[in-house]
């Protein structure tokens, strides 16, 4: 192994040691594997998304929430509103944009319309709901701490289906910007 591969594992260590100590999972898919599939219910209508289907078409943004985690995030509901008032720059970019609201499914329904509120989402924006956080589950980035959902996540994904560029989180901040999407969507 040479000298440079060395010192990029030493630097990469602490920032791994540091996520698995907050309990955030080693499991999560990395940049180019193949991003889990998952079909989940649209807010507040009676269709799926397939995010398959989605990724065919072009590039593919997921954006993972808390959600619920018992109440109404404000982090959450500021990264929302960045996204959606940024719809316009992120359609020249991507096909679609999935912000996943994960939680308990007994009041996720609910809650989730409430975090939507009466807003119309612009395309390329779609907010689907993680009942029983099974898609945060097979990602590998559930927040297993009490009163917790899922670590806020971002994942580019390429017309092929494979993870171009993430960011998560290991705790409520830290979250990815519309910039720093739009700048990874630039590079496909």
């Known amino acids: 192994m040479s000298l440079g591969c060395c010192q990029l594992l030493l630097t990469l260590l602490p ?4 996520l698995r100590a907050q309990g955030v999972s080693q499991n999560q898919p990395d940049i180019g594997q193949r991003a889990p599939d998952f079909e989940l219910p649209l807010v507040g209508q009676n269709k799926f998304l397939n ?5 065919r ?11 619920y985690p018992g109440f109404q995030c404000p982090t959450c509901k500021s990264q929302f509103n960045a996204v959606v008032n940024r719809a316009r720059a992120l359609s020249s970019e991507t096909k679609c944009v999935v912000l996943v609201y994960p939680g308990e499914a007994e009041q996720l329904e609910k809650n989730s319309k409430r975090f939507l509120g009466s807003r119309k989402l ?12 099974q898609m945060v589950d097979d990602w590998g ?15 580019v994904i ?3 289906g494979r993870i171009a ?4 989180s290991s705790s409520s901040a830290g979250r990815s910007t519309v910039e720093e ?3 990874e969507l630039r590079k496909l």
């Open 15 to 18: 920032a791994a040691n540091l």
């Open 181 to 183: 999407i739009l700048r």
């Open 165 to 168: 560029w993430k960011k998560v």
């Open 57 to 67: 078409d072009g590039p593919v943004v997921v954006i993972v929430l808390r959600g």
């Open 141 to 155: 980035i559930r927040w297993q701490a009490r009163n917790q959902t899922a670590y806020p996540a971002t994942f």
């Open 51 to 55: 995010l398959r289907d989605e990724y």
């Open 122 to 133: 612009p395309d390329p924006i779609r907010l689907v709901r993680d009942d029983d956080m």
């Open 158 to 160: 390429d017309q092929n």
